[in-house]
Nanobody, 118 residues
Framework: QVQLVESGGGLVQAGGSLGLSCTAN????????WAWYRRTQETGRERVAV???????VYTDSVKGRFTLLRDNEKNTLYLQMNDLKPEDTAVYFC????????????WGRGTLVAISS
């Protein structure tokens, strides 16, 4: 069973930066997608960024130019660098690995809270 553990959340002022990490306890290189989602009570769950096996990465419009998703296969780790943070970025951030095609499974982390003060 793959377990994903996020870290790096916290409280920062608007305009600041945070880096999130998500480490898997097992190899996920056979999976097809690695993503960060966020969830708030007001907006529900939103996919922030996703990278697929060929390296193509897509960002939701509201974070383009501010967030960067990186994946390190050797470390089984997914990163999300967040710059120029805004109060509306406040959410619980989750990492997700899509292994449905190869394993019939998808995996979620437990989430890390990111809070941005104005």
């Amino acid at each position: 069973q793959v377990q994903l553990v996020e870290s790096g959340g916290g409280l920062v002022q608007a305009g600041g930066s945070l880096g999130l990490s998500c480490t898997a306890n097992r190899d996920t290189s056979d999976c097809s997608g690695w993503a960060w989602y966020r969830r708030t009570q007001e907006t529900g769950r939103e996919r922030v960024a996703v990278t697929i096996s060929d390296g193509y990465t897509v960002y939701t419009d509201s974070v383009k130019g501010r967030f960067t998703l990186l994946r390190d296969n050797e470390k089984n780790t997914l990163y999300l660098q967040m710059n120029d943070l805004k109060p509306e970025d406040t959410a619980v951030y989750f990492c997700h690995v899509d292994c449905v095609r190869t394993r019939g499974m998808e995996y979620w982390g437990r989430g890390t809270l990111v809070a941005i003060s104005s």
